[in-house]
């Protein structure tokens, strides 16, 4: 994968920095994401962050919300 196509994205659960991720895709509002033991997530806000130029791929913060089962 190229460095170019990758993403950082930081998942937040209630303002708390619950996982980080480099992918190529970034999932969309609406989307449900699984992590760990099953954990499920909807994803509520996906925030562009353009104000660290020393990264060396974009990043972007998700907003999460847990589902209940």
């Known amino acids: 994968m190229d460095i170019e196509q990758q993403v950082q994205l930081h998942f937040i659960v209630n303002n708390y920095l619950r996982f980080k991720k480099i992918v190529c895709h970034v999932p969309r509002v609406g989307d449900e994401v699984r992590f760990e033991n099953d954990t499920f997530y909807i994803v509520t806000k996906v925030v562009w962050v353009y ?19």
């Open 51 to 69: 104000d660290e130029p020393e990264q060396p791929w974009g990043r972007a913060n998700v907003g999460l919300e847990p589902v209940e089962s």
